[in-house]
């Protein structure tokens, strides 16, 4: 069956660390990535996103993730946490299908 | 541009009572998705729409659970009768299409379903 996962379930960093939090999914078919956060007490937003062509894909208030298709995988990256960034973040899978799959979540604690 | 609306933001209900929630897309999307989010999970989802079709409900206990967009625009996530594990927040998102560029959605705020 397709799956998400999101390996880091809790994470808590200080401000002006460096963030990666991990994306694998199961499908071999052509995908869409996506990396959504869900700021507390808000509704869940786009971070990024993957379609096609570079990659590299650089989304809101300086995250960016890297599509690594030989691993499956779609991590999100932040060269420095602000504690504004304290949230959780999924990560989500379209498929061929249009199937949209939904990881487990990652909770972030920036202490400041 | 408004967002997606859902209502009633917070429910409590005793279980085998009925519940409706109610979600209006963002103007001009075809695509509408209903979720259920338990604690600590992410989003799975129940239903989703093109148009007035229910293109994939796979996921919907069709038992107790029904869904509708009449006229392709807002929709109702139906329970009856609700049991305790239902308590979940209800989360309904909109996007253009199903493909491609077009498959970014937009979510609501969530109907929180507390079963008592």
């Known amino acids: 069956a397709q799956s998400v996962s999101q390996h880091n379930h809790h994470v808590i960093l200080s401000e002006a660390a460096s963030l990666e939090l991990g994306c694998n999914y199961s499908y071999g078919g052509t995908v869409n990535l996506f990396w959504y956060v869900q700021y507390p007490g808000q509704h869940l937003q786009l971070l990024l996103k993957y379609f096609s062509g570079d990659p590299l894909v650089k989304g809101i208030k300086g995250f960016e993730a890297e599509f690594i298709k030989s691993k499956f995988s779609f991590n999100l990256r932040k060269p420095s946490v602000q504690w504004s960034d304290t949230a959780e973040y999924f990560c989500?899978?379209?498929?061929?299908?249009?199937?949209?799959?939904f990881g487990t979540g990652t909770r972030l604690k920036v202490l400041a | 541009e408004a967002g997606v609306v859902q209502s009633p933001r917070y429910k409590i209900i005793e279980k085998k009572q009925p519940v409706a929630f109610w979600c209006n897309p963002i103007?001009?999307?075809?695509?509408l998705y209903w979720y259920l989010q338990n604690l600590g999970q992410g989003p799975e989802l129940l239903i989703r729409?093109?148009?007035?079709?229910?293109?994939?409900d796979s996921q919907l206990p069709k038992d107790r659970f029904s869904a509708e967009r009449l006229k392709g625009v807002d929709s109702t996530l139906k329970i009856q009768p609700a049991e305790l594990g239902d308590s979940a927040v209800y989360l309904c998102?909109?996007?253009?299409?199903?493909?491609?560029?077009?498959?970014?959605?937009?979510f609501g705020p969530g109907t929180r379903l507390t079963v008592l």
């Open positions: 998102a909109s996007s253009l299409g199903s493909g491609g560029p077009y498959n970014e959605q937009f």
């Open positions: 989500a899978v379209a498929t061929g299908t249009y199937k949209y799959i």
């Open positions: 103007s001009g999307h075809n695509t």
């Open positions: 729409y093109e148009n007035e079709e229910a293109v994939d």
